[in-house]
Each structure stands twice: as structure tokens, then as C-alpha cells.
């Protein structure tokens, strides 16, 4: 959804970072911007994750992200 937007981003797999990374403790998936500004998503109690269910559609990402800038 965000190459359809037209931004550029960088993706994470949580499993991919260090027992004890505080990039563990997001839901997935989580969009920050400039690393601590949270846009969707949220930080959990957990270091397992957890998922978001309700993802915006398209033009309320647009909006958000829009809303930022």
C-alpha cells in the first residue's frame, strides 16, 4: 500500500532483531515516521508482538500520512 501511495519506507521483520530491541515491542504492522512518531499501529505489553487488525484503507493512510507533513 505504500509503493501505491508513493512513499518510500523501509520494512522490518521483527524476527529479525536482537532479544531485547525495542522494535519488538510493536504490533504488527506498525508505521513510524522519523523512528518515534507513531502513524498506525502501537507499541504492547509484549515482546512476542501482536497483529492490528484494522488496517485503513488506502485513503485514510493517504490522509494520515498527509496530515503530518
Known sequence: M???IGLAF???NQDH???G???KNFSSP???K???IIIF???TDS???ACTTNLPDKEELRNIINGLT
Open 2 to 4: 505504500l509503493k501505491e
Open 10 to 12: 523501509m520494512e522490518i
Open 17 to 19: 532483531l536482537h532479544e
Open 21 to 23: 530491541s525495542s522494535g
Open 30 to 32: 506498525t508505521l513510524l
Open 34 to 36: 522519523d523512528n518515534d
Open 41 to 43: 499501529g502501537g507499541e
Open 47 to 49: 515482546s512476542e508482538g
